[in-house]
């Protein structure tokens, strides 16, 4: 029975708005284990270097100038399905990890953490592993457990009355992804995406897919 293998020399993105913090990442992760392909500290270049990188695992900070980590995560994860995306952060907060988590992340570290955890982060992330130390791991387990008891779709906004699909469709809109784009991150047709759409309008009661973004970002 064959098994999957992590690649030689597993190329890595830094995404980071502090030039010496980034610096100091890419340093930390030399060859021949690590290929740095690119480093970006803003909105528009991460996603646009990512998508055209498509690199093995992206390292993103959660706090950048006039956006944050979280949203740039929900634009890449469906056109990046592929690459392992590690939040690396300053950031102790249990939502923000929480948040990462259910928009996609496949860890969560603090930049506090050295380079032997972030090491051990990158290999696991590439063994298809969730990156989380131990006492995260634990309040992360205990959180989803609950919603799952309680009949919640992690990261739901309270009070919207669709199904997890719906659900996914609707972050999407709110991430700016074309109907097309849903299409091809959720492998799902075009056809299929507007039927999820025109639910979603008709169970929130609006008009347009702008006004049922509008809404979901206020129930959040």
């Known amino acids: 029975m064959s ?19 980034a610096a100091g990442i890419a340093a930390a992760l030399r060859p021949p284990a690590y290929e740095i392909v690119a480093v970006a500290g803003t909105r528009e270049a991460i996603v646009e270097t990512a998508i055209a990188t498509r690199p093995d695992v992206l390292l993103l900070d959660l706090e950048m100038p006039g956006t944050s980590g979280i949203q740039i995560l929900g634009e890449l994860r469906p056109r990046l399905p592929e690459t392992r ?103 799902i047709s075009l056809r299929t995406v507007e039927t999820h759409v025109a639910n979603l309008t008709r169970k929130l009661e609006v008009r347009s897919r702008a006004e049922a973004v509008r809404l979901y970002r206020a129930s959040r």
């Open 85 to 187: 995306i590690i939040i690396l952060t300053a950031s102790e907060s249990e939502r923000d990890m929480l948040d990462a988590l259910a928009r996609g992340a496949d860890g969560y570290l603090t930049k506090s953490a050295g380079p032997t955890a972030l090491h051990r982060g990158v290999a696991a992330a590439m063994r298809g592993e969730i990156v989380l130390s131990r006492m995260r791991a634990t309040t992360a387990l205990r959180h989803f457990i609950e919603q799952a008891r309680s009949g919640r779709t992690a990261g739901a906004p309270a009070g919207l009355p669709i199904t997890p699909r719906e659900l996914d469709v609707l972050r999407m809109l709110a991430d700016g992804l074309t109907g097309r784009e849903i299409a091809q991150a959720m492998t």
């Open 3 to 21: 098994t999957t293998q992590a690649p030689a020399t597993v190329r890595i993105m830094v995404a980071d708005d502090h030039e010496l913090i």
